[in-house]
């Protein structure tokens, strides 16, 4: 009996630091772990996580009696400017739109994404950060194997989708490599363990985009390898056995599926027949897009200012597209995260976002310039991709991916003030 309580004791102690021991102090902790986790898989626990987190937290700060301080963090948050003028544009194309209660019910989930932005800035502190990334990576190893899975028990013909959508899946791998790969890039700072928790993380993550069949994640792939080894160049000894299994990975997995190797080939017949109206579409799935794109052209022409309101686009979708619907469906994306918000928020909406997505990227790269490590580089190397992704996406206004990217950009300014 002795020797059992012995054997326990080192774990309870091991909780009490990881989750602390008051109680408000546990249950921010535990909603932080429970989002970061759930990121790859689950809305509804990444967001009841997330709920936990901010209300845990407020709780805490009221407790210590600093409540009165949390407006002037918010506004010296580098992102504060921006997302009001986003959120702003947004309310004004709602109450524009041509659907006004629908519109301002739809930005409910743009007001609860700047608030779990916010609540990671003011409240994700350094000893709980590193606990929060291994969390997430255990909950990306978890999706990679089981997409994988998925695809390997249908002979590799299936396209692997975890618990998602097989596009939405492929874009959730690549954020996750993202940070693999930028874990490798400090090896003086990681120790060995680690360094192979990311070797597997990594590979696992490039099987499972191979394997989603996705020519979005796979551009978006390639835009982050070049971003990563742009900001960074991690000695040959770490990254080049990593980048010889990944490529005999890739190239093994592409032999026993033709439709892998169709897509990454079709991304230039893709490109090109969106440049060039004779140029044949490669399959249907470009061609939707096309349908859409011009579609949504025609929407902001039609309405430049404010556009239909957000949330409006499937209503309006049979008015502006007289023939038979694109793959037989009533089509409320646009699968254009630039021409779908043009369309529902109008050219001042689409203003406000690309204004947005350059201060993101500027903050992290400040974030990486004033201190360069793990958390600062994952957001300066995945946001070049993810802008890209969203050219064949609506992965802004998707929730596991862009909760994932405002999780690493929190990561990067929390870090970077703490230098």
Request: proline share 4%; charged share 15%.
């Given at each position: 009996?002795?020797?059992?309580?012995?054997d326990?004791?080192?774990?309870?102690?091991?909780?009490?630091?990881?989750?602390?021991?008051?109680?408000?102090?546990?249950?921010?902790?535990?909603?932080?772990?429970?989002?970061?986790?759930?990121?790859p898989?689950?809305?509804?626990?990444?967001?009841?996580?997330?709920?936990?987190?901010?209300?845990?937290?407020?709780?805490?700060?009221?407790?210590?009696?600093?409540?009165?301080?949390?407006?002037?963090?918010?506004?010296?948050?580098?992102?504060?400017?921006?997302?009001?003028?986003?959120?702003?544009?947004?309310?004004?194309?709602?109450?524009?739109?041509?659907?006004?209660p629908?519109?301002?019910?739809?930005?409910?989930?743009?007001?609860?994404?700047?608030?779990?932005f916010?609540?990671?800035?003011l409240?994700?502190?350094?000893?709980?950060?590193?606990?929060?990334?291994?969390?997430?990576?255990?909950?990306?190893?978890?999706?990679?194997?089981?997409?994988?899975?998925?695809?390997?028990?249908?002979?590799?013909?299936?396209?692997?989708?975890?618990?998602?959508?097989?596009?939405?899946?492929g874009e959730?791998?690549?954020?996750?490599?993202?940070?693999?790969?930028?874990?490798?890039?400090?090896?003086?700072?990681?120790?060995?363990?680690?360094?192979?928790?990311?070797?597997?993380?990594?590979?696992?993550?490039?099987?499972?985009?191979?394997?989603?069949?996705?020519?979005?994640?796979?551009?978006?792939?390639?835009?982050?390898?070049?971003?990563?080894?742009?900001?960074?160049?991690?000695?040959?000894?770490?990254?080049?056995?990593?980048?010889?299994?990944?490529?005999?990975?890739?190239?093994?997995?592409?032999?026993?599926?033709?439709?892998?190797?169709?897509?990454?080939?079709?991304?230039?017949?893709?490109?090109?027949?969106?440049?060039?109206?004779?140029?044949?579409?490669?399959?249907?799935?470009?061609?939707?897009?096309?349908?859409?794109?011009?579609?949504?052209?025609?929407i902001?022409?039609?309405?430049?200012?404010?556009?239909?309101?957000?949330?409006?686009?499937?209503?309006?979708?049979?008015?502006?597209?007289?023939?038979?619907?694109?793959?037989?469906?009533?089509?409320?994306?646009?699968?254009?995260?630039?021409?779908?918000?043009g369309?529902?928020?109008?050219?001042?909406?689409?203003?406000?976002?690309?204004?947005?997505?350059?201060?993101?990227?500027?903050?992290?790269?400040?974030?990486?310039?004033?201190?360069?490590?793990?958390?600062?580089?994952?957001?300066?190397?995945?946001?070049?991709?993810?802008?890209?992704?969203?050219?064949?996406?609506?992965?802004?206004?998707?929730?596991?991916?862009?909760?994932a990217?405002?999780?690493?950009?929190?990561?990067?300014?929390?870090?970077?003030?703490?230098?």
């Amino acid at each position: 009996m002795t020797a059992t309580m012995s054997d326990i004791k080192p774990a309870f102690e091991k909780a009490a630091r990881l989750f602390g021991t008051d109680k408000p102090l546990f249950a921010e902790s535990a909603g932080l772990f429970i989002f970061a986790a759930a990121l790859p898989f689950s809305v509804s626990l990444l967001q009841g996580g997330m709920l936990l987190f901010m209300a845990a937290a407020l709780w805490r700060r009221r407790e210590q009696g600093n409540l009165a301080g949390l407006p002037a963090e918010l506004r010296d948050n580098p992102l504060f400017i921006p997302w009001a003028l986003y959120l702003a544009a947004g309310f004004l194309a709602a109450v524009f739109g041509v659907n006004v209660p629908r519109s301002l019910a739809a930005l409910n989930s743009d007001v609860f994404k700047i608030a779990s932005f916010a609540a990671l800035c003011l409240f994700l502190k350094r000893e709980r950060r590193e606990t929060a990334v291994k969390f997430y990576l255990a909950g990306l190893a978890a999706t990679a194997l089981l997409g994988i899975c998925q695809s390997a028990a249908s002979g590799f013909t299936e396209r692997a989708h975890g618990t998602s959508h097989h596009v939405r899946f492929g874009e959730i791998m690549v954020i996750g490599l993202a940070l693999s790969l930028s874990g490798l890039a400090f090896p003086e700072t990681t120790s060995a363990r680690t360094k192979k928790t990311f070797y597997a993380i990594g590979l696992l993550t490039i099987a499972a985009i191979t394997l989603s069949q996705t020519r979005g994640a796979y551009l978006g792939a390639a835009i982050m390898f070049a971003s990563f080894f742009i900001a960074r160049r991690p000695p040959k000894r770490t990254i080049l056995p990593f980048l010889a299994a990944a490529a005999g990975l890739v190239f093994g997995l592409s032999l026993l599926n033709a439709a892998i190797r169709n897509k990454t080939f079709s991304i230039f017949l893709g490109a090109n027949s969106m440049v060039n109206s004779a140029a044949a579409s490669p399959d249907q799935s470009v061609s939707t897009r096309l349908e859409l794109w011009k579609t949504g052209l025609t929407i902001i022409s039609d309405r430049p200012v404010f556009g239909t309101g957000p949330a409006n686009v499937k209503e309006l979708f049979p008015v502006y597209y007289k023939k038979a619907y694109p793959e037989n469906i009533l089509w409320g994306s646009l699968h254009n995260i630039y021409i779908h918000q043009g369309a529902e928020r109008g050219l001042t909406g689409l203003a406000a976002l690309l204004f947005l997505f350059c201060m993101m990227f500027l903050t992290a790269l400040r974030g990486f310039r004033a201190a360069p490590s793990t958390m600062t580089l994952w957001a300066l190397s995945i946001l070049p991709a993810w802008f890209v992704m969203n050219l064949t996406e609506i992965s802004f206004q998707h929730v596991n991916t862009s909760y994932a990217v405002m999780l690493a950009l929190a990561l990067s300014i929390t870090a970077s003030r703490e230098k």
